[in-house]
């Protein structure tokens, strides 16, 4: 597991889609549902702290993004 995909894959195993209509919430809706699997052991350990690195990763990456958009106007 690499990417925001990969999670997505993982989330749709369990018939978990995450459509809220902003990125940002998208990726935390996602680690909401994380915890719900990891809390109930449907999901590994490992499974679940990759996919944690991944979101948090991207959380990241979606706030400087909307941080660097404002100052432009956007």
Known sequence: MKTLYD???????FDIYVYVGKR???IEVM???????HQ???IS??????????LTHEH?????HETRGTYFGK
Not at 7 to 13: A, G, M, N, S
Not at 31 to 37: I, N, S, T
Not at 45 to 53: N, R, S, T
Request: proline share 0%; glycine share 0%; hydrophobic share 50%.
């Open 40 to 42: 109930a052991h449907l």
């Open 60 to 64: 990241r990456l979606e706030e400087k």
């Open 31 to 37: 680690a909401l549902e994380l915890d719900h699997l």
């Open 7 to 13: 999670v997505q894959q993982l989330l749709k195993k």
């Open 24 to 26: 940002l919430w998208d």
């Open 45 to 54: 350990h490992d499974e679940f702290i990759h996919a944690k690195l991944i």
